[in-house]
């Protein structure tokens, strides 16, 4: 018989596939502050690596393949781009950090914009990190860790690509990530494992992200 909290997760489940469900659009793509849109919608970003899968996840979620652009090309988004959820959400999908190849100065100039849109976004619910399982946490993502850290801003780590890895690769894994989430004080202590191809944690992750939404208000 479902307990309490397994109904509680089914509902937030449901949730989360109705919302997305809704027609979503994109609005713009943001090169600097100026530019963000003047809105009361509260907001959730994606962050990651470049070629961490932000482009395959968010078109998985919505189950569509072309709303965010893909590449095999590391560093393609190069601006935040926004996309706006049937007017009850924002999702943003931020830059690429660490891309070594890209000229210092633009990478520079990323940093900069990512870190002044982190660090002053009052409507920016929660930043979902994006951590290539198959590589695990690099230096480069504990750095923005702790960058987030010091703006304040509440992070989830979600997990990506691990259908590629095994079972008990992904649990040892896991088990480091909860022991590293300890020492960072704006980390939301749940982690979500995905997988865009195989359809794995889309579910969990559209029921964190509803629960941002304006109907839950």
Do not use: C
């Not at 997760?9 to 502050?33: C, D, M, T, W």
């Not at 961490?52 to 709303?67: D, E, M, Y």
């Not at 780590?157 to 704006?186: G, M, P, R, W, Y």
């Amino acid at each position: 018989m479902p307990t309490e909290a397994d109904s509680l997760a089914l509902a937030r489940r449901q949730a989360g596939n109705e919302l997305f469900r809704q027609p979503v659009s994109f609005v713009l793509s943001v090169a600097k502050l100026s530019q963000l849109p003047l809105t009361d919608l509260p907001e959730v970003a994606f962050a990651g690596r470049s070629n961490v899968g932000k482009s395959s996840i968010i078109n998985a979620l919505f189950n569509q393949k072309k709303l965010a652009k893909t590449s095999n090309t590391p560093g393609r988004t190069q601006q935040l781009n926004y996309f706006n959820l049937n007017d009850k959400l924002h999702l943003v999908d931020l830059p690429g950090y660490g891309y070594a190849e890209a000229p210092e100065s633009m990478v520079k100039q990323w940093q900069q914009l990512i870190f002044d849109y982190l660090r002053g976004r009052v409507n920016l619910q929660r930043v979902f990190l994006l951590i290539d399982s198959r590589h695990g946490l690099k230096k480069v993502d504990t750095e923005v860790m702790e960058m987030l850290d010091k703006a304040a801003v509440t992070y989830q780590l979600v997990l990506t690509k691990i259908d590629k890895i095994s079972t008990n690769q992904l649990s040892s894994f896991e088990q480091k990530l909860h022991q590293e989430l300890k020492n960072h004080a704006a980390a939301y202590p749940e982690i979500i494992a995905t997988s865009s191809e195989k359809n794995l944690g889309l579910e969990d992750l559209r029921a964190e992200i509803a629960s941002f939404s304006t109907q839950s208000n």
